[in-house]
């Protein structure tokens, strides 16, 4: 070979190898900087979200585009958004971002879409958020994260603060005839009941819901103002069975309603206890009107322990509970859900159960 063809091919090899060279640089300075966007400032991996989204929501399409404009104006990685289905409300979804790889998962919607998807991330190393849409908003508002201010909501949700809250589970162990009752217990965050309160849930109008809010709620109860009082035996812990007579038994883990309202003033979050209220009236509305002024005052820290009331919420505490249904069935809620009726019901809590972003608490 020669001298000419010898250099010829010693630049061809050169060559390649300058591309090749040139290639795997291109490959590595690429991985290095997705490497340097999942890792934060402290060396720990940055956070990657799913968001959780129930279409049906008004102002979904506009909250997309906040949420995305949000994320990239604070150098924070896009976050992936999964879509509610009628069918499954965010249980199914939630445990597919997390196969996923995301280590936050939001729930953008109501207390039920909350609900779906605490039950899937309770117990796990993933944190929670909130993306609040719905009408009471109350486990956000239990958590005094700023329902009416998206800004504020995402400044919480991308800071670093989170909390550890309480779980709650109930299940109907059995039902009427004919009625399937839960086949696995269903977790809520914020008050499940059998009785009145879960009969105006299931006659409240989802139309109205979205026309004025949580007075929806009330509109619903007064068709059953004039129902019977009902006999219940409750079991506490490891306490003898009760009997009593009331209109609605509250099982809560938090209890601050829209309004300013609170049903379980006493109720602590993290507590690893359910706060259990019997609310009984008697003496038909005017009952129901001292009732609400017992709500009231109790939400301003004024108790009246007089036996002689005619509308009264007797408080306990419990970290198990169970009812038996004296005669026939009640209706059963948790957190604004409806499960059917139940002739007896276990409620029970996991301390702790939860991470979420939420402002410290005070």
Same mark, same amino acid.
């Given at each position: +070979? ?41 060396? @720990? ?32 990685? @896009? ?48 944190? +929670?958020?909130?993306?609040? #849409? ?44 004919? @009625? ?19 009969? +105006? ?20 109860? #007064? ?100 009812? @038996? ?38």
């Amino acid at each position: +070979m020669q001298a000419s063809e010898w250099v010829a091919l010693c630049a061809l090899v050169v060559a390649v190898a300058a591309v090749a060279a040139a290639v795997y640089a291109c490959t590595l300075a690429r991985r290095l900087s997705a490497e340097r966007r999942i890792v934060a400032k402290d060396g @720990e991996r940055q956070d990657s979200y799913a968001i959780i989204i129930n279409p049906s929501k008004p102002g979904t399409v506009g909250l997309r585009q906040q949420v995305l404009e949000y994320f990239q104006r604070h150098g924070l990685p @896009e976050p992936v958004f999964y879509e509610t289905t009628p069918d499954d409300p965010g249980k199914g979804q939630a445990a597919q971002a997390i196969a996923d790889g995301a280590n936050i998962i939001v729930a953008a919607g109501g207390d039920g879409t909350v609900r779906a998807v605490a039950a899937i991330v309770a117990g796990k190393d993933i944190t +929670m958020g909130l993306i609040p #849409m719905g009408t009471g908003n109350l486990l956000a508002r239990n958590i005094d994260i700023d329902v009416n201010n998206l800004p504020a909501v995402l400044a919480t949700l991308t800071s670093q603060a989170t909390r550890e809250i309480d779980l709650g589970y109930l299940q109907i162990t059995k039902a009427p005839p004919g @009625e399937p009752g839960t086949s696995e217990p269903e977790a809520f965050l914020v008050i499940g009941g059998i009785g009145f309160d879960a009969a +105006m849930v299931a006659d409240t109008s989802p139309v109205l819901k979205k026309r004025v809010g949580w007075i929806a709620y009330f509109l619903g109860g #007064m068709r059953h103002l004039h129902a019977g009082r009902t006999r219940v035996r409750i079991s506490l812990d490891d306490s003898p069975q009760r009997t009593i007579t009331l209109r609605t038994l509250l099982i809560g883990n938090c209890g601050r309603l829209p309004g300013g309202l609170s049903l379980l003033p006493d109720a602590v979050i993290d507590d690893g206890r359910l706060d259990i209220a019997a609310v009984d009236t008697r003496a038909g509305i005017a009952g129901w009107v001292q009732l609400f002024g017992e709500v009231v005052l109790q939400g301003l820290g004024v108790r009246n322990d007089s036996a002689k009331k005619i509308g009264r919420i007797d408080h306990t505490t419990a970290k198990r509970l169970h009812v @038996e249904v004296v005669e026939g069935a009640q209706p059963v809620q948790v957190d604004g859900d409806t499960l059917g009726r139940a002739s007896t019901l276990e409620a029970w809590v996991v301390r702790r159960a939860l991470t979420i972003r939420a402002p410290l608490a005070s």
